[in-house]
């Protein structure tokens, strides 16, 4: 590896690159909410999306996580959002 590569990763690391700011709060807790009604819909879709409902859910915990939710709680919030609609 030459130092012309060295230097292109290592500037990457410097902010000089296009990585996202963290999310606000109030940005992640609209997102999670949005994804839980988009879940409960392909929930009750006609077809089975099962690789789009698998991403969503992944996506939902993670959020989930990153407000500080417990695993049981993303989950009554997911079976909660899936009733709604029901």
């Known amino acids: 590896m030459d130092m012309k590569n060295i230097n292109d990763i290592v500037k990457g690391y410097n902010g000089q690159s296009n990585i996202e700011k963290p999310r606000s709060i109030q940005s992640v807790t609209?997102?999670?909410?949005?994804?839980?009604?988009?879940?409960?819909?392909?929930?009750?879709?006609?077809?089975?999306?099962?690789?789009?409902?698998?991403?969503?859910?992944?996506?939902?915990?993670?959020?989930?996580?990153?407000?500080?939710?417990?695993?049981?709680?993303?989950?009554q919030d997911i079976d909660a959002a899936c009733k709604k609609l029901g």
């Open 30 to 75: 609209a997102r999670y909410y949005k994804e839980l009604d988009q879940y409960a819909d392909l929930m009750h879709a006609k077809v089975d999306p099962r690789e789009q409902r698998v991403m969503l859910y992944a996506e939902i915990k993670v959020l989930g996580w990153m407000l500080g939710k417990a695993d049981n709680t993303i989950t």
